[in-house]
């Protein structure tokens, strides 16, 4: 059922019911006035925490002893600078940002370096510094070494929980800040917290390179050995195949004996002028064989005895003498002269031929020699190709054992230059770690600070008393505030009712109510007629609680009197058999009354009682505890109905009476009583299953008692 809207509840300075949010979920607005009415409520606890902080704050600030911190700023870089340019050096490693600084931060919080410093400033053999940090008497008992190894160890320890290594973000700058009861050792501690970091830094880097120059050392022993062995078996082996040295003078070459890039480069030019010889006498022996075929038959007739002088000149006074025959033969042949013509010409025909034949041997000769100048070319270059096919073969595993010497003397000269480059290196002293700012003497403590104290104590004493003030309001302690009537329970609220709840029973309840009350209970008269359908208050309305101590029975006297006096006729009947007390504050008698009734003992006249309220008359339980009321209960209702305007039933507590859900569900209407703070919202609820479908108009918040009174407080409360 809905609950009642606001403007039909009066008067407007009334708490009034929240509404429940949707059905996707509590409204914003709605659970930020949850949290202000729970600060409202737990205002004292709240506030106590408060003042407890801060009161807890100042105490502790006071009774801390001062603290003084010194601070060391040191610059950490990634490399050692480059004083020489040799290279990097065993230690120069470029690493990952994130991975080098760590390991440099972890370095700096070492316990190695916490008693490197404590060794530094004495303290193993100073009581006075283990009396500081209330580490006195047990460790000077026994002055041996064991003894002082161990106040050593335990000193480093101190120092350790009393330094801070704090970087400084995006830099490679880092403090060290060094926190002690005195301004004195704090600026003496963070100092040689630096100077040992970077003297230690360097000892890791001459460590470091001794090893390395140990280390190349062997190595290079070791490679002198494998690089003599290498040479003499490469030049062992060029003696043994008559490899000879052809290296020139200036040529770089690292291994001593034969070269077989060398020989195979001479092999070849002498190959190339042999062939170019040969291909020339070829050339000569044919053109020695041409010539030699051309003269054929006739010698004297060939080109070459044509070019031949002797011949020539023999051939030309044959043509004189030829000349002078024939002039002669014309004179007359037998002539003597003619004669004498004739004979010369046929001696100087003999002279050419002889000529000519000399001349063809000349040729032959010649061709004689041209093929053998060939073929003897031929041989040697057939005889350098073996030879150069032979270098080939023995020179490849000369080779091999070449490059090997090469390699070992290359690995050779390279450590022995890093040998060299490290040792320099290492007696620069250079440092990756540089003191960029030195300690000063610390002028006011560091701590305590009482602001941050008192800020975070009562910070502290605030989320406690929040952190009470939830835990105290999720313990289930009953209905406090009418904004949880409907959160839980899930029941329309129809009205609030203050305290004191009732008159005093002295007064036979006919003294006025006092003014909230009257209005409390016009306003649930008004709900109750709104809830139903026609809007009228209902003909016979049941009165139930939780438990008797909720008011219930003062609710129902309170309704009748203020349905009374709208000139109506009313009746209260008490159906609380067990625990009657309608009749004390009228001062009636309890019997005869509703048990004598529907026993059938007494008459509807015999058990109606008038009061001294106009129109309000009453019914007592009557003298039969033990007789079932829901027996002719609605019977008895429908017959009062005809008699009067509304019936108000007072019913029993629901705890501990079996048949009160069937007197309640006899009514019309059914208002359910809740007192502030009286019954827990589980029993409630469980008596709320135990009605079943009994419908119920809406619920009676009484007893209600606002804890806030003041004017400022109470509004903002109301608005929440």
């Not at 880092?174 to 050792?185: C, Q």
């Amino acid at each position: 059922m809905n609950s009642i809207p606001p403007h039909f509840l009066s008067p407007s300075d009334r708490l009034v019911t929240v509404p429940k949010g949707d059905s996707t979920g509590e409204p914003h607005k709605a659970r930020w006035r949850r949290i202000l009415r729970l600060v409202i409520f737990w205002r004292w606890l709240i506030a106590g925490g408060v003042i407890g902080g801060a009161l807890l704050g100042g105490l502790v600030s006071l009774l801390t002893t001062p603290r003084y911190t010194a601070t060391t700023e040191l610059q950490i870089a990634r490399e050692t600078a480059q004083i020489v340019n040799l290279g990097a050096t065993a230690h120069d490693v470029s690493i990952g940002d994130q991975e080098f600084y760590q390991t440099q931060y972890s370095l700096l919080r070492s316990q190695a370096l916490a008693e490197r410093v404590a060794s530094d400033i004495g303290a193993p053999d100073s009581p006075d510094f283990f009396e500081i940090f209330g580490k006195r008497d047990k460790f000077f008992e026994n002055a041996g070494a064991s003894s002082r190894d161990r106040r050593r160890e335990i000193a480093g320890k101190i120092l350790l929980s009393h330094v801070t290594v704090v970087p400084m973000h995006g830099t490679s700058l880092v403090d060290i800040d060094a926190t002690t009861p005195s301004p004195a050792l704090s600026k003496d501690i963070a100092r040689l917290w630096g100077q040992d970091f970077i003297a230690a830094n360097l000892d890791r880097r001459q460590a470091a390179a001794v090893y390395a120059r140990r280390f190349l050392g062997e190595q290079i022993a070791d490679l002198r050995g494998k690089l003599d062995e290498a040479e003499r078996r490469a030049l062992q082996y060029a003696t043994s195949q008559d490899m000879v040295d052809l290296t020139l003078p200036n040529n770089d070459q690292r291994t001593g004996g034969y070269d077989p890039a060398q020989a195979r480069l001479l092999a070849s030019e002498a190959l190339v002028t042999m062939n170019a010889a040969r291909v020339a006498a070829t050339t000569e022996r044919i053109n020695a064989a041409s010539r030699l075929a051309a003269v054929g038959d006739q010698p004297d007739a060939s080109s070459d005895a044509l070019a031949y002088r002797a011949l020539g000149l023999l051939r030309k006074e044959r043509a004189d003498v030829a000349a002078q025959y024939d002039a002669a033969a014309r004179q007359g042949p037998g002539d003597a002269s003619a004669r004498q013509l004739r004979a010369r010409l046929d001696s100087l025909d003999t002279s050419i031929r002889a000529e000519g034949s000399r001349v063809r041997t000349a040729l032959r000769q010649a061709y004689q020699g041209a093929l053998g100048r060939e073929q003897a070319l031929s041989l040697q270059v057939n005889a350098i190709k073996e030879s150069l096919a032979e270098q080939r073969k023995r020179s490849i595993q000369y080779a091999i054992y070449r490059r090997e010497a090469d390699s070992d003397r290359m690995l050779y000269e390279a450590l022995l230059q890093r040998s060299k480059e490290i040792g320099v290196a290492a007696a620069l002293e250079s440092n990756n770690v540089t003191l960029v700012g030195a300690p000063r003497l610390p002028d006011r403590p560091s701590s305590p600070n009482i602001g941050v104290n008192l800020a975070l104590f009562t910070l502290a004493g605030t989320l406690a008393s929040v952190i009470a003030a939830l835990l105290l309001n999720g313990i289930d302690r009953g209905i406090n505030e009418p904004i949880d009537f409907e959160e839980k329970l899930v029941l329309p609220l129809l009205g609030v009712v203050p305290k004191p709840a009732v008159p005093e029973a002295a007064n036979g309840g006919t003294a006025e109510m006092p003014f909230a009350l009257a209005e409390a209970y016009l306003e649930i008269v008004a709900n109750l007629a709104l809830s139903s359908v026609p809007p009228e208050v209902p003909a016979s309305i049941g009165v139930i609680s939780t438990w008797t101590r909720e008011g219930g029975t003062a609710t129902a006297i309170a309704l009748a009197r203020t349905l009374a006096r709208g000139r109506r006729k009313v009746v209260l009947v008490d159906a609380n058999l067990r625990a009657p007390s309608l009749h004390l504050p009228f001062a009636l008698e309890n019997g005869p009354g509703l048990a004598n009734l529907l026993a059938g003992d007494a008459k509807l006249d015999d058990v109606l009682r008038m009061t001294a309220i106009e129109g309000l008359s009453i019914i007592p339980a009557g003298d039969a505890p033990d007789f079932l009321v829901s027996n002719g209960l609605e019977q008895l209702l429908a017959e009062l109905r005809t008699r009067f305007d509304h019936v108000i039933v007072d019913c029993p507590a629901l705890d501990g009476h079996a048949e009160a859900p069937l007197i309640g569900a006899a009514s019309a209407a059914l208002v359910y009583v809740v007192a502030a703070g009286v019954a827990p919202v589980a029993t409630i609820r469980m008596a709320l299953r135990r009605l079943g479908d009994t419908r119920i108009s809406g619920g009676i918040f009484t007893m209600y008692a606002p804890r806030i009174r003041q004017d400022g407080v109470l509004k903002l409360w109301k608005q929440a």
